[in-house]
């Protein structure tokens, strides 16, 4: 005891503040190696060739199998491995760059049946990154895999694809209604009932062919075999994926890539990932993440490397709508009014663009913020009336479960609404889920949850991929909240029969209705950050509307 | 009877008396002093360890200042610690100053009633959280203090006097327990419990990592106790209590476990210490409170997103959980040297 007597009060702030500093933790790694390295040489488009470009995210895709993951995480990836019969433009910042061009196929389908089957043709001479011939028949193979293992959007095929459900549920050997030729290489796909969405569907990297012998398991490890223009390097699942140049890839009018290798790794300090590209340890920010609001301003110092990109995403709330409270129009009307997306918009370091509709500024069909009946997205919530409807309501005093997610900006998110829900006289407890289970916790059908936080970005350009979120009757696993609305249900499945630019009133006219009946909170569209180390060709590289990172597009100075 | 320390085996504290009456002067006149039990010489010790009672000062302070977390709220900085103000403004030098900026950047320390410390990126005021957080921190520490300390020497009592197959049980156990990381059990256990609560105990209760820390912890103290109790039982006193014929629970609660009291009084500070690191461990790593609810460790992990630009929002409540742990371990070590008859020679020079 007398030596504490003895010790000196210097050494004893010295160890108190060192203590404290190491509670605190480290915030990065500082070494100084270079991420970029390997080979290159000049092309002749007049950019750099060849080179490693290290990409780093907060978050793993759930897989590198393309016939598992749904992912943006791992469409980033894979979208450059296997290749559809159909595909999106590359290159092109914007909407446009979300334009479906042939892929595998010769040209876009022949559609008909009164839009009832959709008739690919593969082009000649193709083949696989290992060299093996692709047919006709892979197609099908994959499509039967994506069923088996399953998909996580495996309902693309299930529920509108002739004989999907029977194959999905073990009642047939094969989809009766996808029928590939190999000597003509044709497939035909055969629909339930008219689905333009389908054309949207063949140029996802899921609905690419595989070729014979694939196992129809996931292939976290290894990936699948592919055909695009990068084949899979050594991959550790959940941290490390590596991507090489397919020095096979041949299709014409499609770009063969410019890096060398690509490298994703995952850590999931997203502010250490922001200050390794700041300090051009790595070469690219995974645009999927929030850039934190501590190095934003070092960020937006950098205008050579960095700009804010309005993509097609939309973040909003869900609820259960058939059961207390929220089976209640007036409760769900109030927590709408309640909110103020201005905040929201704070949380997310301003990424957000505040709205209450669903279908994003980027897609037929979207609606101005202005026709919000319930408080104007860009101005102060509207508290009278929250507590008024609140009043009519009678649900003051329910006891409700908020689900989110723990990576930011998220569960900053759900302490707000839970804010919220408690200010309206809810008892609001949260339940916050790791980020790697989320989706799949609140979507397991024993669970039911209150309410909770979703966010979706586009799979592909078109109302109906956002809109199917809230359905009853498509066969979409991502109605948390389990809205089945027969009026509703019906105007999608007519809509989805038509090209969307032809139906845009009616598109935007079921978001308002949705948005009236409050069946869900939307309250912004996130930009994403387009943020590169200083050697990356920052013009060359631009985000894509469709694959978020167009890592075939991407290069270095 | 327990604390005779003629017959006990507190009888070697009859030395300490001696030696002590030789440096506190035990003869007075000629005469004799009364005699001193052990407690009043542990208490005289104690007082003239002037470093640890200082600490002992710390701690009351920090718990004062904590329980008082509902009067600055609602008093000084008017705002509650989960309420969110993202759009609010607040007044700094004569300025409106937003809470949190567009960019979602929160004000920084204002040294003011209102923000004092900075907000967090909800526009919450940091001061009031860390003030509630460490109320949560030491409601929790304390809660799993008395987990630990019940469980812990029922653990030591029973497989220590009735070994057999009591201890044959309990032993085991207590090494199984003992063989795991704490963090990691902690964090396994937390993360399940924090989704599914347990039993009637929602996962969003304090109580939860209370448990699993108290638990956890527990053949911390039940080992060294064991130890202790199969010293004890072996004492004459014991045998003379057999001899009256008293049964062994008897014997446990009344003549043994009085006498290892010293022992457990020992390891509570300890105990506390390490239940307010573990909290905050767990904390930290996202297993033990949860939010919105704040502790030091989920304020720590808050603030590491600002470690760069403002390091006050992890630096501050780290600075208060380890005067919390400095001053319960001092003091810790404090109450040891005035109980542990040892300590004498130490105190002496």
């Not at chain 1, 005891?1 to 500082?30: E, F, H, I, P, Q």
């Not at chain 1, 408690?422 to 609140?442: C, D, M, P, Q």
């Not at chain 2, 403002?310 to 005035?338: E, H, K, Q, W, Y």
């Amino acid at each position: 005891m007398k030596r504490y007597a003895r010790t000196s009060t210097a050494v004893l702030l010295a160890a108190l503040v060192a203590l404290a500093v190491a509670a605190c933790g480290g915030s990065s790694s500082k070494s100084s190696k270079s991420s970029s390295s390997g080979s290159s040489k000049a092309s002749s488009a007049g950019g750099k060739q060849g080179g490693t470009i290290k990409i780093v995210s907060g978050t793993p895709p759930l897989s590198a199998d393309q016939g598992l993951d749904f992912t943006t995480q791992g469409n980033e990836l894979y979208s450059t491995v296997n290749l559809s019969l159909l595909t999106f433009t590359r290159g092109v910042a914007g909407t446009a760059g979300a334009k479906i061009i042939p892929g595998l196929a010769k040209s876009l389908p022949k559609v008909t049946d009164g839009g009832k089957t959709y008739t690919f043709t593969l082009r000649p001479g193709l083949h696989y990154s290992n060299g093996v011939p692709i047919k006709a028949s892979d197609v099908p193979r994959a499509l039967e895999r994506d069923l088996k293992i399953p998909w996580q959007a495996a309902s693309f095929i299930s529920a509108y694809i002739q004989g999907g459900m029977a194959y999905a549920n073990g009642n047939a050997k094969t989809i009766s209604g996808v029928v590939a030729n190999d000597k003509t290489g044709t497939i035909a796909v055969h629909l339930v009932a008219p689905f333009a969405p389908i054309v949207d569907v063949f140029a996802l990297p899921g609905t690419a062919p595989v070729p014979p012998g694939t196992p129809a398991k996931n292939l976290a490890a290894t990936g699948t075999v592919g055909d695009g223009q990068y084949k899979w390097g050594p991959i550790t699942p959940g941290h490390s994926y590596t991507l090489i140049k397919n020095p096979k890839f041949d299709v014409p009018g499609l770009p063969r890539g410019h890096v060398d290798q690509f490298t994703y790794s995952v850590n999931t300090n997203v502010l250490a990932n922001a200050e390794a590209v700041l300090n051009n340890q790595a070469d690219v920010f995974d645009p999927g993440d929030t850039l934190p609001a501590a190095v934003l301003d070092k960020v937006k110092q950098q205008s050579d490397r960095y700009q804010a990109v309005p993509l097609n995403t939309s973040w909003y709330f869900w609820f259960a709508t058939y059961k207390k409270p929220f089976n209640n129009l007036y409760a769900r009307e109030a927590v709408l009014a309640a909110m103020d997306d201005r905040a929201l918009s704070r949380l997310d370091s301003g990424f957000q663009t505040p709205d209450c509709h669903l279908i994003p500024f980027g897609i037929v069909g979207h609606s101005s913020p202005s026709s919000c009946p319930f408080h104007n997205p860009n101005g102060p919530a509207n508290l009278t009336l929250a507590k008024q409807l609140m009043q009519k309501s009678g649900m003051t005093g329910q006891p409700v479960v908020v689900y989110g997610e723990e990576r930011a900006p998220r569960r900053q998110y759900l302490d707000y609404f839970t804010g919220v829900l408690n200010s309206l006289g809810f008892k609001a407890t949260e339940k916050v889920v790791n980020s790697g289970v989320y989706f799949t916790t609140i979507g397991a059908p024993t669970l039911k949850p209150d309410v909770g936080f979703g966010d979706w970005n586009q799979d592909f350009p078109n109302p109906w991929d956002f809109m199917q979120l809230f359905a009853g009757d498509a066969g979409s696993t991502l109605n948390y909240g389990y809205v089945n609305d027969p009026h509703y249900n019906a105007t999608l499945n007519k809509l989805d029969q038509q090209p969307p630019d032809k139906v845009a009133s009616q598109w935007a006219a079921l978001d308002q209705y949705a948005v009236n009946h409050a069946y869900y909170a939307v309250f912004g569209h996130e930009s994403k950050p387009q943020f590169y180390s200083s050697r990356v060709d920052f013009a060359a590289s631009p985000l894509s509307v469709e694959y978020f990172l167009d890592l075939v597009s991407m290069r270095l100075k | 009877m327990a604390l005779d320390p003629a017959i006990g085996p507190d009888a070697g504290s009859g030395v300490v008396i001696g030696s002590d009456q030789g440096s506190g002067g035990a003869w007075e006149g000629g005469r004799h002093a009364p005699a001193v039990g052990p407690w009043r010489l542990a208490m005289r010790r104690m007082r003239r360890n002037r470093v640890a009672l200082a600490f002992l000062g710390l701690f009351i302070l920090i718990v004062v200042v904590c329980v008082l977390a509902p009067v600055y709220s609602h008093d000084i900085a008017q705002i509650g610690p989960n309420q969110n103000n993202i759009t609010g403004q607040v007044k700094v030098g004569g300025q409106e100053k937003d809470v949190v900026a567009v960019d979602g950047t929160p004000i920084g320390p204002t040294f003011t009633s209102h923000y004092f410390l900075g907000a967090d990126t909800n526009g919450r005021d940091l001061a009031v959280r860390l003030l509630y957080g460490g109320r949560t921190s030491l409601l929790i520490g304390g809660v799993a203090t008395v987990i630990i300390i019940v469980l812990g020497t029922l653990f030591g009592l029973l497989s220590g006097y009735l070994r057999g197959v009591a201890d044959g049980i309990l032993r085991p156990l207590m090494e199984l327990i003992w063989s795991f990381p704490p963090v990691i059990l902690g964090v396994v256990v937390g993360t399940a419990l924090a989704l599914g609560g347990l039993g009637p105990i929602k996962g969003n209760s304090v109580f939860i990592p209370a448990f699993i820390i108290g638990v956890i912890y527990s053949p911390y103290l039940g080992k060294p106790i064991r130890g202790e109790i199969l010293r004890l039982r072996e004492q004459d006193f014991v045998d003379a209590a057999r001899a009256q014929g008293m049964g062994p629970m008897r014997i446990m609660f009344t003549e043994v476990l009085p006498n290892a009291a010293s022992t457990i009084i020992v390891f509570i500070p300890l105990m506390l210490a390490q239940a307010l690191l573990l909290e905050a461990y767990l904390s930290f790593l996202g297993a033990g409170v949860q939010a919105p609810n704040a502790s030091w460790g989920t304020l720590i992990a808050d603030g590491l997103n600002y470690i760069e630009t403002t390091p006050t929002f992890c630096l501050i409540p780290g600075i208060m959980l380890v005067l919390t742990v400095l001053s319960v371990n001092v003091f810790g070590d404090g109450l040891r040297d005035a109980l542990d008859p040892r300590a004498q020679v130490r105190i002496k020079t």
